[in-house]
């Protein structure tokens, strides 16, 4: 029998810890505390458990099974995006419906987590006599920078042999460089615009946009009229302000915004069907000209791919236009063979024609490695073992933890292809048979790699 299935008989603890973990609203843009709240709560799990732990200045931490050898790691956090109002169910906690868990973070990154947690358990439970050091490693600000892991590897030893089950199976070796630029700009002549507003945050297509408008009676009709004929969805209120229009579109992570539908450019590309560019601003003007309804980079001059980690894309993420000024936020993930200060200088380019400052939010590389690293062996055994098949070497437009692991580490899991998590959209979820089948791939890689 493979010593990932030992799991199983762990399911129903699993589940109900995993229950008390979702409650804990640890969302990393909107509560800090909540975050450290997560941490402390697997930490004291993880001590309940007989492991050693340790936590490095409430931003990351640990637990700890052995001592010696190669130091060997998991790494996934405990911070999840907001959950806006379109669930079907509570997003903070566990829902079991027709096959499937639901719950913020039940796929992004918090299942996964508690997962590594278990294992460890496991493997001290049941006396194994390891080679190596194994660490479970949490953090708690991956969706908003990631400088957990930098506090945390500012103090801590960089693992010899590493994963983070934070993306899809087979084993993710690519990921594309992360560019999340902000627009700036003085208020405009926006003379029909009084305000424009959407998006939450900076790595999601945003699903609501909103605008406030003065404009004749013929130009509301004339909205209304060319609204119909598009495939968006917007609703028209009259308020003392002017007239309100609010568009709603589909959520989707960044990484592959071309499965979604972006608001924010929809009620832009609406208003800019009856109005002049002028009039809407300079913010408006450029993401009309510059970008479109595009997910491809190609009005940007940016249209590119590679064989290693495929095309690129670009995601138009917030914005908001008020009485004080212009702002929105884009997010470029680009091929690992590329660069990405050409990128940047080729948005500051396009953004002077608008008289539009960019700022550089973060920037985080690209990451590829080849398949002779001990780790990737380790992973592939581990998966055929448990799955009767070779895992599919891919790449990734997601930004995971693997970039910070000193090109010792690679994404593995936790989420099966042909499985709709919804990561960072409504009804995050994830097949519950698939769940623990994950569980078995990451007990049995632990296992191999604490007694490699």
């Keep these: ?98 096959g499937r868990l639901y719950g913020r973070g039940i796929a992004d990154d918090k299942g996964a987590a508690l997962v590594t947690l278990y294992c460890l358990r496991i493997l001290k439970e049941k006396g194994i006599e390891g080679k190596n050091t194994l660490r479970a490693i949490f953090g708690t600000d991956e969706e908003v920078g ?17 994963f983070t089950p934070d993306a899809d199976y087979g084993i993710c070796r690519a990921e594309k460089g992360i560019l999340q630029l902000e627009l700036t700009c003085p208020r405009g002549n926006c003379a029909v615009l009084t305000e424009l507003k959407g998006g939450t945050v900076v790595n999601a297509v945003a699903d609501t946009a909103s605008a406030v408008i003065n404009c004749s009676e013929s130009d509301d ?12 969805e917007f609703d028209f209120m009259y308020t003392p302000d002017g007239m309100l229009i609010k568009a709603k579109g589909r959520a989707a992570h960044a990484c592959e915004p071309q499965s979604g539908h972006n608001a924010i450019l929809d009620l832009i590309d609406l208003l800019s069907s009856n109005f ?40 138009v993420s917030t914005i908001d236009i008020n009485e004080n000024g212009e702002r929105a936020t884009i997010d470029i993930r680009y ?3 590329f660069g990405g200060k050409e990128l940047i200088r080729r948005v500051k380019k396009a953004a002077d024609l608008e008289n539009i400052e960019v700022n550089v939010l973060s920037h985080a590389k690209p990451l590829y490695l080849d398949d002779t690293r001990p780790v990737i062996s380790i992973l592939k055994e581990s998966y055929s073992e448990i799955m009767g098949e070779e895992p599919e070497m891919y790449a990734t437009g997601g930004g995971t933890y693997a970039r ?47 007694t490699a």
């Design 335 to 337: 091929p690992v063979t």
């Design 404 to 450: 910070k692991l000193g090109g010792n580490g690679v994404a593995f899991g936790p989420v099966f292809k042909g499985d709709p998590s919804n990561l960072h959209t409504d009804n995050e979820g994830i097949n519950e048979e698939n769940f623990m089948k994950h569980a078995q791939i990451c007990l049995e890689a632990m296992y191999r790699m604490f």
């Design 221 to 232: 009709h004339q909205l209304m009229r060319l609204a119909d004929a598009r495939d968006g």
């Design 1 to 98: 029998m493979s010593f990932g299935n030992i799991i199983l008989d762990y399911k129903d603890e699993l589940l109900k810890d995993l229950d008390e973990l979702l409650r804990i609203k640890s969302v990393s843009s909107e509560s800090p505390d909540k975050c450290v709240e997560a941490l402390n709560w697997i930490l004291n799990k993880a001590e309940s458990f007989g492991l050693v732990t340790k936590n490095i200045d409430n931003k990351a931490g640990h637990a700890q099974l052995g001592e010696g050898g190669l130091l060997c790691a998991t790494l996934t956090h405990l911070d999840v995006v907001p959950a806006s109002s379109g669930w079907d169910f509570n997003p903070f906690e566990l829902t079991k419906h027709e």
């Design 146 to 162: 990631m400088t957990d892991v930098a506090a945390y590897f500012a103090k801590e030893a960089m693992p010899d042999m590493s």
């Design 276 to 315: 002049s560019l002028s009039s809407l601003g300079n913010v408006c003007s450029f993401l009309s000209t510059h970008i479109r309804m595009e997910s491809d980079g190609t009005s940007l001059g940016m249209k590119m791919r590679d064989s290693q980690s495929g095309a690129l894309t670009v995601c």
